[in-house]
């Protein structure tokens, strides 16, 4: 398959030079403003993204389509490098890849035709509980809602919508078509797809968001390299402005501010890493181990500190202070058993189990990685204030309590104050 960029100029710059490697990515190819699949390559937000990305790198960029059931066990194949699409950041695709620092902020909307059965429409509530307290409201077997199959949102709408047809249809334009002609009384979709799906159409009412999700590019677990590559070259690019103007073209409002800075990108990675906290939960509570195992609190804690000295090293800066490390490492652990504890306390569910010691410690220690990447990046002179608002807007689906999180705020602030 030829080498084909999305960026205007990025063809030509890579054309002028010869290319040092290859770079073979994966997307659906049917999520706008994402992917657009045209001929045989991308187009739309992340090849432009991606297309720079090689460019500047001199890397010969090839394109594979995926569908999005498959997208897990396609990227283990090792069908491509990684996948830059609209892909959600989710604790199963955690366990199979390593996600690069956020490139954009979303959350799963309804569109909703409302039924002559549903009574109508209150004034809504305020954040993300009014949205889902409407939601509720139409849960019921007569509510067919379209979506797409295999993906985030298909999740979403099931963990919300218990009592009503959820259709999944593998073709995600499709969505949209069902949806438009009467097939479906509502379709889940997010901020980003919300506005285009809504064009042209009558009497559409638009519930949520109804989660806070960011979007990553997704990388093979076996290569460190390429994530690291990744995410050095996606700070620089939000930092110098560029990222942000390619939002700003292909996402519009939906995309969102700005994600990979320092900051942003750690409490994501705090989010990503306290999520998979209900697998580790469900695996201890199937092997009878305890929440409480001090030998691996002591061995996550030294983890962290050398993968944080590692990361100064490469980066030719002095390492944060030991007891400034300890302490951002020992806030994760405290708060990852509050996570462990509420999980263990609530009914059993039929999620899958995981091993411990060859799925969730790895994905943990792959979050840890880009940690250590990030905190030897923060910015001098955090405050308190600064940090913990955004801390309670990025991990307020995690469920931990006020101190928790002033707790990691502290932490942090300490290593970048």
Same mark, same amino acid.
């Given at each position: 398959?030829?080498?084909?960029?999305?960026?205007?100029?990025?063809?030509?710059?890579?054309?002028? +030079?010869?290319?040092?490697?290859?770079?073979?990515?994966?997307?659906?190819?049917?999520?706008?403003?994402?992917?657009?699949?045209?001929?045989?390559?991308?187009?739309?937000?992340?090849? #432009?993204?991606?297309?720079?990305?090689?460019?500047?790198?001199?890397?010969?960029?090839?394109?594979?389509?995926?569908?999005?059931?498959?997208?897990?066990?396609?990227?283990?194949?090792?069908?491509?490098?990684?996948?830059?699409?609209?892909?959600?950041?989710?604790?199963?695709?955690?366990?199979?890849?390593?996600?690069?620092?956020?490139?954009?902020?979303?959350?799963?909307?309804?569109?909703?035709? +409302?039924?002559?059965?549903?009574?109508?429409?209150?004034?809504?509530?305020?954040?993300?509980?009014?949205? @889902?307290?409407?939601?509720?409201?139409?849960?019921?077997?007569?509510?067919?809602?379209?979506?797409?199959?295999?993906?985030?949102?298909?999740?979403?709408?099931?963990?919300?919508?218990?009592?009503?047809?959820?259709?999944?249809?593998?073709?995600?334009?499709?969505?949209?078509?069902?949806?438009?002609?009467?097939?479906?009384?509502?379709?889940?979709?997010?901020?980003?797809?919300?506005?285009?799906? #809504?064009?042209?159409?009558?009497?559409?009412?638009?519930?949520?968001?109804?989660?806070?999700?960011?979007?990553?590019?997704?990388?093979?677990?076996?290569?460190?390299?390429?994530?690291?590559?990744?995410?050095?070259?996606?700070?620089?690019?939000?930092?110098?402005?560029?990222?942000?103007?390619? @939002?700003?073209?292909?996402?519009?409002?939906?995309?969102?501010?700005?994600?990979?800075?320092?900051?942003?990108?750690?409490?994501?990675?705090?989010?990503?890493?306290?999520?998979?906290?209900?697998?580790?939960?469900?695996?201890?509570?199937?092997?009878?181990?305890?929440?409480?195992?001090?030998?691996?609190?002591?061995?996550?804690?030294?983890?962290?500190?050398?993968?944080?000295?590692?990361?100064?090293?490469? +980066?030719?800066?002095?390492?944060?202070?030991?007891?400034?490390?300890?302490?951002?490492?020992?806030?994760?652990?405290?708060?990852?058993?509050?996570?462990?504890?509420?999980?263990?306390?609530?009914?059993?569910?039929?999620?899958?189990?995981?091993?411990?010691?060859?799925?969730?410690?790895?994905?943990?220690?792959?979050?840890?990685?880009?940690?250590?990447?990030?905190?030897?990046?923060?910015?001098?002179?955090?405050?308190?204030?600064?940090?913990?608002?955004?801390?309670?807007?990025?991990?307020?689906?995690?469920?931990?309590?006020?101190?928790?999180?002033?707790?990691?705020?502290?932490?942090?602030?300490?290593?970048?104050?």
């Amino acid at each position: 398959m030829p080498a084909v960029s999305s960026a205007p100029d990025a063809g030509a710059a890579a054309s002028s +030079r010869p290319a040092a490697a290859s770079l073979r990515a994966g997307t659906s190819g049917d999520y706008p403003p994402f992917s657009v699949w045209k001929d045989d390559h991308a187009e739309a937000f992340s090849a #432009a993204l991606l297309g720079s990305f090689a460019a500047e790198q001199r890397l010969a960029l090839s394109w594979t389509r995926f569908r999005w059931p498959d997208l897990v066990g396609d990227l283990r194949a090792g069908r491509f490098d990684l996948a830059a699409d609209g892909i959600t950041v989710r604790p199963e695709r955690s366990i199979a890849g390593r996600f690069t620092v956020p490139v954009a902020r979303g959350g799963a909307v309804l569109l909703l035709r +409302r039924p002559a059965w549903a009574a109508p429409a209150g004034s809504p509530g305020l954040g993300l509980e009014g949205a @889902r307290a409407a939601l509720r409201a139409l849960d019921r077997p007569e509510l067919r809602v379209a979506v797409n199959r295999g993906g985030h949102l298909e999740r979403v709408a099931r963990s919300f919508l218990r009592r009503a047809q959820v259709v999944a249809i593998a073709d995600n334009a499709a969505v949209r078509e069902t949806f438009a002609r009467g097939d479906a009384d509502a379709a889940m979709t997010n901020t980003f797809e919300a506005p285009r799906w #809504a064009e042209g159409l009558d009497r559409i009412e638009r519930i949520g968001p109804l989660t806070r999700d960011v979007v990553a590019l997704y990388v093979r677990a076996d290569r460190p390299e390429l994530a690291a590559q990744l995410d050095t070259w996606l700070l620089a690019e939000e930092e110098r402005g560029a990222l942000g103007q390619l @939002r700003a073209l292909h996402l519009g409002p939906g995309g969102g501010g700005p994600t990979a800075l320092p900051v942003d990108a750690l409490l994501c990675a705090t989010a990503e890493r306290l999520a998979l906290m209900p697998l580790v939960a469900a695996t201890k509570r199937r092997a009878g181990r305890a929440i409480e195992d001090p030998a691996q609190e002591a061995r996550v804690l030294a983890a962290g500190r050398a993968a944080v000295l590692q990361a100064a090293a490469a +980066r030719g800066a002095p390492p944060p202070a030991d007891d400034a490390i300890h302490a951002f490492f020992r806030a994760q652990i405290e708060d990852a058993k509050a996570v462990e504890r509420r999980a263990l306390a609530a009914p059993e569910t039929s999620e899958p189990i995981f091993s411990l010691d060859d799925d969730l410690r790895p994905a943990i220690a792959r979050i840890t990685a880009r940690m250590a990447f990030l905190l030897v990046r923060l910015p001098r002179g955090l405050t308190r204030e600064s940090v913990l608002a955004k801390a309670r807007d990025d991990l307020a689906e995690s469920g931990l309590a006020p101190e928790q999180i002033e707790r990691l705020v502290a932490a942090l602030v300490a290593i970048g104050g």
